[in-house]
């Protein structure tokens, strides 16, 4: 606050109050303040006039800007395929078993695996490869179960592989995502058949390893 005296004669004393008081009611500061005072009697001709005007108060605001960053995620969908092998049919043959020839029929279905690896069961040529299998299979129908093995789950577990690589072949020519889930289950099968071979020939038939993804 600031306070200014100012020397003024009675009458000039007397102008300079109304023009304050008129200045002080027209003044934008409500707190505005004007005093005025005169020298008592008997004191020098010049009195004085206080006239006290409050300082401007400056109020600061700090004002915060929050800003929240969205980031757009796209996930992909992976689907699901399941696959299932269909009930076993009871079959059976009366004709003899040959052993060298139902060797040469499983080294051919091993075959059959193994090009099929290549190709991850997808495609055209998955398909003629399927085909193949699905064949080899169908001269194995011919063939006497191997001794020791019970012909009907023998045989059925032969057609029901049979009936799957028919149906792998046709999913694979059309491009379907099922024919590549479809002979994941047929080369789990065949593992099991070569299995029951070995050990009722004491053959020792396998599959060869999986191929690595990375590499198709």
């Given amino acids: 606050m600031r306070v200014v005296r100012l020397g003024v004669t009675r009458t000039g004393a007397a102008l300079l109050a109304a023009t304050a008081i008129a200045g002080a009611s027209s003044c934008s500061t409500p707190n505005a303040q004007v005093e005025l005072s005169q020298a008592p009697a008997g004191s020098p001709a010049s009195p004085t006039v206080t006239v006290t ?3 401007w108060r400056t109020v600061t605001h700090t004002l915060t800007a929050t800003t929240t960053i969205v980031t757009p995620t796209t996930v992909r969908a992976t689907p699901t395929v399941t696959v299932t092998l269909p009930p076993r049919p009871a079959a059976t043959s009366t004709v003899p078993f040959s052993e060298a020839a139902a060797l040469a029929g499983y080294a051919a279905i091993i075959r059959d695996i193994a090009a099929l ?10 398909a003629v490869q399927f085909e193949s299998l699905a064949r080899h299979l169908t001269q194995l129908e011919t063939m006497g179960a191997p001794p020791g093995l019970d012909p009907p789950s023998w045989f059925g577990r032969v057609i029901s592989l049979r009936l799957f690589a028919d149906a792998a072949s046709a999913e694979a020519l059309a491009g ?17 058949l070569l299995a029951m071979v070995n050990g009722a020939l004491r053959t020792n038939l396998t599959l ?3 191929a690595s993804p990375t590499l198709r």
């Fill in 117 to 126: 690896d290549a190709t991850g069961g997808a495609g055209s040529t998955a």
């Fill in 208 to 210: 060869p390893p999986p």
């Fill in 53 to 55: 005007v409050p300082g």
């Fill in 176 to 192: 379907s995502p099922q024919a590549p889930a479809r002979f994941a289950v047929i080369r789990s099968e065949v593992g099991v």
